[in-house]
């Protein structure tokens, strides 16, 4: 990876954008952990900023800017982000063959015995390692 696309990649999950970039098509682009550490950033660089502001403003002002700040520009955007990641492992888990194998780790799209992300409606392994979720076997 280049470094302006590696420059480009922690903007983005810094940001939150919305939209992942087109051709981004191998695995998902944010996950649980990118939002959760983006939000954790985001929350960290506002915490700095009221306390530069502290030294200049009244309390009262210093915390609702803290506390506005950090939910409108901290935390909602990564909620947002985060419905949207939910949406789109919703839509494998339901209209893909890998949604209803007992191989498939929604938490992060991932096929655990192949250790790919699953992105697309046609499965990795191209359907020979499907297994059903809800295997009963039998006792003797
Ligand atoms: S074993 Fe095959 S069907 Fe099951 S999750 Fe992995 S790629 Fe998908």
């Given at each position: 990876m280049s470094d302006s696309t590696s420059n480009d990649r922690w903007i983005d999950v810094f940001l939150l954008r919305m939209q992942e970039p087109e051709?981004?098509?191998?695995?998902?682009?944010?996950t649980t952990g990118s939002i959760v550490s983006a939000a954790l950033m985001r929350v960290a660089v506002l915490g700095l900023g009221c306390i530069a502001l502290a030294q200049v403003a009244e309390a009262n002002v210093v915390w609702w800017t803290a506390m506005l700040s950090i939910w409108g520009i901290g935390v909602y955007p990564a909620w947002l982000q985060y419905q949207r990641f939910h949406q789109n492992v919703q839509q494998i888990t339901v209209g893909t063959l890998c949604g209803s194998c007992?191989?498939?780790?929604?938490t992060n799209q991932l096929c655990t015995i192949m250790d790919v992300h699953v992105t697309?409606?046609?499965p990795p392994c191209e359907g020979e390692g499907w297994e059903p979720k809800d295997t009963y076997v039998e006792a003797d």
């Open positions: 051709d981004v098509n191998d695995r998902p682009y944010y007992r191989y498939f780790n929604p697309h409606a046609e």
